[in-house]
């Protein structure tokens, strides 16, 4: 069983990958979609990540699945108020 393309492999770089997220980022908060940024609000308070996600690209572990869910209610808790 192979493993699923990275990041880079799909955008061309760690750069253009990052250009674009920003660019959906951007779009979405032009049409007033709410989000979230889980990478930066979520796990870049880790300097490990290998216990969220056992290899970069692949889905979260069951405690990275925690984690997003406690965004998740802690952005529609705040919404509501």
Do not use: C
């Not at 032009?30 to 969220?52: A, C, H, Y």
């Amino acid at each position: 069983m192979g493993s699923s393309p990275s990041k880079e492999t799909l955008i061309g770089s760690k750069d253009g990958f990052k250009a674009w997220e920003d660019s959906v980022l951007q779009s979405v908060d032009d049409l007033g979609i709410p989000s979230i940024n889980i990478q930066s609000e979520v796990f870049s308070k880790f300097r490990d990540l290998s216990s969220f996600r056992p290899l970069i690209g692949t889905h979260y572990s069951a405690e990275g699945h925690r984690l997003v869910a406690e965004a998740i209610i802690e952005h529609i808790r705040r919404d509501l108020h």
